[in-house]
């Protein structure tokens, strides 16, 4: 299971392996922030033991996570040795919309390399057939480099014992034999999880959130699904479906949802709310989501007033999500945060206006729209720490 080493179950062994990870986690993120650096640069930024940093780093050569590169020039004493992230090193990452597919090549760090769009086929048959052979042909396009595995990205809640979907309302094809299919195409370790689940770990994988905060990142795109990070570890629920919020009923009168429901969440905050708003506003269509977000940001009055409609009911389920888990923060990913100069304020101030025990503090993913294709490469990474 990719979240195990966030499980803290009360055995003193178990707590200091994953005192131990998390140490190793920190290293390696220093080193992929601030390469080229040091052990004694490594030891001053992360305020651990020398010795504890250079049986770390000896670690992560060994699994050759890192390299050793050129060594400093100081004016005396002994040369260091300076460390970076294995360039030849790297990981496929696998973004999968209801309509199309985004592929990544990454270095270790997350560091995308370079990026492919595919369309996916109408048929729901050939949608698995499609998603395999763009996979085998970014990976052939990159002979030199070594693949960690394959992280993939779902719009839907999978059960990685039954190999099926459990919940994903907006795609008709079979999500649940996808791992297996990938795995006998490519030979390499395949980790899927559902989308807000894999960015709720990669905030704290690649360090933009301390593991000791309670945080819940939602995100928002052709639906609205959340991944809930509490009392340090990935909260799944029974059957791994926790996290549901974009199927919460909030206007009984209002659209039919692809889960069957009314009014669901996600059928007036999603992105598919923003541009059904612009439709009814403007009385004609808007070809994507970053259209519409271009005409607000050039001024046009009908998409800011959908943008504006999208945002409040954005707030009014953060407001049921910070009553119900109470997180420190809450991280919104998905293209609403191109245009979160907009958004964010109306977000929080929606928020904002009804009781609240605590309120949350709402930002958006720190890599925008890359977010959740590195939370792919986390998936990964993630996986080979335990
Ligand atoms: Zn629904």
């Known amino acids: 299971m990719p979240t195990s080493r966030f499980i803290l179950n009360g055995n003193g062994s178990a707590t200091n392996r994953i005192a131990r990870q998390i140490n190793r986690n920190l290293i390696f993120n220093q080193i992929r922030a601030k390469q080229p650096i040091s052990r004694a640069e490594l030891a001053r930024t992360s305020g651990l033991q020398r010795s504890t940093v250079s049986l770390i780093v000896e670690g992560l050569l060994t699994d050759r996570w890192v390299v050793e590169g050129s060594t400093g020039e100081i004016p005396r004493g002994r040369k260091p040795t300076f460390l970076n992230v294995n360039g030849q090193r790297g990981v496929l990452a696998l973004d999968i919309h209801p309509a199309n597919v985004m592929l990544a090549v990454t270095d270790l760090g997350g560091k995308i390399i370079s990026l492919d769009s595919v369309e996916l086929p109408p048929d729901p048959q050939n949608v698995i057939g499609t998603i395999l052979s763009s996979t085998k042909k970014m990976l052939r396009s990159h002979p030199d480099r070594t693949f960690e595995g394959i992280g993939i990205n779902l719009p839907g809640r999978f059960d ?38 894999a960015c709720a770990l990669s905030e704290v994988w690649f360090g933009y959130s301390d593991r ?48 069957g429901g009314r009014g669901c969440w996600e059928t007036i905050a999603s992105n598919r709310a923003g541009l059904r708003y612009y439709s009814e506003i403007a009385k004609k269509p808007v070809p994507s989501f970053d259209a519409l977000i271009q005409l607000a940001k050039g001024g046009d009055a009908a998409a800011k007033q959908a943008l504006t409609m999208m945002c409040k009911a954005l707030g009014r389920g953060m407001h049921m999500i910070a009553l119900a888990l109470a997180p420190s923060e809450i991280v919104v990913v998905g293209d609403i945060t191109n245009a979160w100069d907009l958004a964010g304020a109306e977000i929080e101030a929606e928020m904002r206006r009804f009781a609240l025990v605590r309120a949350p503090s709402i930002r958006a993913a720190r890599e925008g729209n890359q977010a959740r294709l590195r939370s792919a490469v986390a998936l990964i990474m993630n996986s080979k720490t335990l």
Do not use: Y
Not at 168 to 189: C, F, H, M, Y
Not at 234 to 239: K, N, P, V
């Open 160 to 197: 990685p014992h039954l190999a099926k979907s459990i919940f994903a309302p907006n795609v008709d094809w079979p999500i649940g034999q996808l791992k297996a299919r990938v795995e006998r195409a490519t030979g390499l370790p395949v980790v899927v999880d559902n989308v807000a689940n």
């Open 212 to 259: 000791m905060h309670d945080l819940v990142v939602v995100n928002v795109s052709e639906g609205i699904g959340a991944g809930i990070f509490a009392n340090g570890h990935l909260l799944r629920g029974d059957a791994g479906v926790a996290g549901e919020f974009g199927h919460v009923q909030l206007d009984p009168n209002g659209v039919r949802c692809g889960c």
